[in-house]
C-alpha cells in the first residue's frame, strides 16, 4: 500500500492550497481518507477525514471554514482543499487511510500513512 501526498509548498498568509493524496495498492472506496498535521515541535494533530461510501466528511473545529477535505474514488485520490492559510498552519501534513466516523482523530486506527508534504505559510 502506497500514500503518496502531494501539493504542499510556500505560500502566503491568506492564500490557497490543494493537497493530494494518491493511494495505490488498496481498494481505495472501502476506506475513509484522514489528513493529519504535524507543525515543528508539536505534536501530530487532526485535520479532516473523508469517509468511504458517500464520504462523509469531517473537519477539526478550529479549521471548519477554511479546510473541506474530498475525494475521488475513480482516481483513488483525496484531496484537502486550504484557504484562508495562516503562519500558524505552517506544518507537514500527511493523509492516511482508514479511521472512523466516530472518532476520525484518533490516529491510531488508520492502517496506512503516507510521507507527508510540507506545508509553509509565510510572507
Known amino acids: 500500500v502506497q500514500l503518496q501526498a502531494s501539493g504542499g509548498g510556500l505560500v502566503q498568509p491568506g492564500g490557497s492550497l490543494r493537497l493530494s493524496c494518491a493511494a495505490s495498492g488498496l481498494t481505495f472506496s472501502d476506506y475513509g481518507m484522514g489528513w493529519f498535521r504535524q507543525a515543528p515541535g508539536q505534536e501530530r494533530e487532526f485535520v479532516a477525514r473523508?469517509?468511504?461510501?458517500?464520504?462523509?466528511?469531517t473537519v477539526a473545529d478550529s479549521l471548519k471554514g477554511r479546510f473541506t477535505v474530498s475525494r475521488d474514488n475513480a482516481k483513488s485520490t483525496a484531496y484537502l482543499q486550504m484557504s484562508g492559510l495562516r503562519p500558524e498552519d505552517t506544518a507537514v501534513y500527511y493523509c492516511?487511510?482508514?479511521?472512523?466516523?466516530?472518532?476520525?482523530?484518533?490516529?491510531?486506527?488508520?492502517?496506512?500513512w503516507g510521507q507527508g508534504t510540507l506545508v509553509t505559510v509565510s510572507s
Open positions: 492516511a487511510a482508514g479511521g472512523s466516523f466516530w472518532s476520525p482523530a484518533l490516529a491510531h486506527e488508520y492502517a496506512y
Open positions: 473523508v469517509g468511504r461510501g458517500r464520504g462523509v466528511s
